[in-house]
């Protein structure tokens, strides 16, 4: 949980991963398993530190609990470069195959999306 590093400490770390790894083919999620609304505002300094110390522009993104998307919070910030979408490993979320790549589509601005976790059972 972000709260338990800190903001500070994260974006620290993540200097560090950019550093690192930007030489190679990646993509960014600063985070996983999220659903940031408690941690929105510090979750989004993270993402502004991610895009603001990469230097090639390797696409960066957030992956969020399900069943979400993160473009239910970032859609419109400059870091945030495409939508990753988890429906969730429960019967009950498979509705949400069709739904959530539609509420994205639907986003503005418009911005690719990834099915990052699918209901694959």
């Known amino acids: 949980e972000l709260k338990l590093m800190g903001v500070e400490a994260c974006k620290a770390y993540w200097r560090y991963l950019v550093a690192r790894y930007s030489a190679l083919n990646v993509l960014w999620a600063v985070a996983g398993e999220d659903f940031f609304t408690p941690d929105e505002a510090a979750w989004r300094e993270v993402g502004f530190e991610v895009h603001r110390t990469g230097p090639y522009g390797h696409p ?19 870091w945030y470069d495409f939508n990753l979408i988890q429906v969730g490993h429960v019967l009950a979320f498979k509705t949400f195959m069709a739904t959530l790549p539609l509420a994205d589509f639907r986003a503005h601005p418009v911005k690719p999306t990834v099915m990052s976790e699918s209901w694959y059972e």
């Open 60 to 78: 960066t993104s957030a992956h969020s609990t399900a069943p979400h998307s993160g473009s239910r919070h970032f859609q419109g910030d400059a």
